[in-house]
């Protein structure tokens, strides 16, 4: 027998897992279509926020397939962020409005990590 016993996800298991996956969806667009549509490439989202909103679809995909690894991505996603917001400081670009998306995504990603971390312990994830 196995040494640890797996329970079922609660039904908000779910809806958290879709609406992180549709959130990283919305982000990668939203970068894709900055990238396209401003020409000046400083006034564009970085590589660092791309990183972020990718590691939150991959990851939300993760969670959503009850993977262990969803943990890893999130935490990518925070280290991205904050590399995006420390470079924003640097470049003196902090009050436009690619700071706060940073900032919004830095913190959802930390609690995205306490989740699957949650998710873990609940065994929910594996």
Sequence with gaps: ????????PANWFWLVGTGVTIWGVTGCA?????RIVLPDPVAAPGVPI??????????GIALLNKKLFARVLFTVAVLAAF?????????QDWLIGQG???A???????LLV??????RRRGWIS
């Design 100 to 102: 706060l998306i940073a």
């Design 114 to 119: 306490w989740f699957s971390e949650h998710s």
């Design 1 to 8: 027998m196995a040494a640890y016993i797996r329970q079922r």
């Design 104 to 110: 919004v995504t830095m913190l959802t990603a930390v």
């Design 30 to 34: 939203a970068w894709l279509a900055a």
């Design 50 to 59: 791309a990183l972020a909103a990718g590691a939150v679809l991959w990851g």
């Design 83 to 91: 590399a995006q917001i420390v470079w924003l400081i640097a470049a």
